[in-house]
Nanobody
Framework: QVQLVESGGGLVQAGGSLRLSCATSGLTFRLYGMGWFRQAPGKEREFVAAITWSGGNSDYADSVKGRFTISRDNAKNTAYLQMNALKPEDTAVYFC??????????????????WGRGTQVTVSS
């Protein structure tokens, strides 16, 4: 059974930092690209960042570029999202997903085979 479990969310003041983790099991982690998405109340799930299976390439939404960093540790079957300089508009539930699509398709929700249940990130002003 494939499981993706996000952790590391919480309440932080604007300008602060959080590091999200996505621990996986039941899949061959090194064969999957990983992505982070977020969903605010009343809005659609939106792309945040993605990384290739090797960790050699990554992609970011313009809204987080320069502030967020995606990474992975294939030995630990875990992906990460380091979030710095957080803004109130970053408030959302953050989800990780696993995909076998190439990086060029990794901004699309439908390309992801597996999802976690999400972790809440709240940024106060």
């Amino acid at each position: 059974q494939v499981q993706l479990v996000e952790s590391g969310g919480g309440l932080v003041q604007a300008g602060g930092s959080l590091r999200l983790s996505c621990a996986t099991s039941g899949l061959t982690f090194r064969l999957y690209g990983m992505g982070w998405f977020r969903q605010a109340p009343g809005k659609e799930r939106e792309f945040v960042a993605a990384i290739t299976w090797s960790g050699g390439n990554s992609d970011y939404a313009d809204s987080v570029k320069g502030r967020f960093t995606i990474s992975r540790d294939n030995a630990k079957n875990t992906a990460y999202l380091q979030m710095n300089a957080l803004k109130p508009e970053d408030t959302a539930v953050y989800f990780c997903g696993a995909t076998q699509a190439g990086l060029g398709q990794s901004r699309r929700v439908v390309q992801y085979a597996y999802w976690g249940r999400g972790t809440q990130v709240t940024v106060s002003s």
